[in-house]
């Protein structure tokens, strides 16, 4: 899943959605650039989340005059701290590489790139990170494409759509066969 922006209903209907799956991956803007959610938060580490900070969330953190700062608990922006910039982890022998824009973005930047599926030569840089899979967030538009070898992902919004249509997406992984399937719901 990637982009809740804050979206705890929408949250909760990947969370449905992924039910079957034994790992829970987020690519990132768990909130909203100016508005937070510690319910998100707290639903996310519940559920044991292998979550990482997209930019609307390293807004929040690295602005020092945002105005969020002042009014959430202070812990529940000591926990969005912890969460990392970029993952990368193994299942069932598949090295999976987890980023929210691109691997290449300067990771104290509050900017990202967005890596569309038409593009070709993002894509054939995003390919020659050392993993299996890469998956992105960001642009809110679900693909799954494999260059040379590599499959990148990247599930949709299961909080804000951005690809002309109002419904939420997450996507499944089957690390036995490598193929991807799309769930959709509505808003």
Known sequence: MSDIHCNLEGLQGALRELADCQELLCAGDLLYQYRFSTEVLALLEDRGVHAIV???DRTILHTSAHPLRASVDPA???YLATIPLTLSLEFD???VAMFHGA????PTSISATYIYPENQA????VAQVDADVVVL???HRAFATRINGTLIV???SCGEPRDGTD????AILDTSDGQVEFRKWPQ
Do not use: Q, S
């Not at 691997?103 to 300067?106: I, L, S, V, Y």
């Not at 419904?167 to 997450?170: A, F, Y």
């Open 76 to 78: 529940a922006l000591d």
């Open 93 to 95: 022998g598949l090295r």
């Open 154 to 156: 990247n599930p949709g």
């Open 54 to 56: 997209g930019n609307h």
């Open 103 to 106: 691997p290449w973005d300067d």
């Open 167 to 170: 419904l939420l997406r997450c």
């Open 122 to 125: 993002d894509l054939r840089r």
């Open 137 to 139: 967030g960001h642009t």
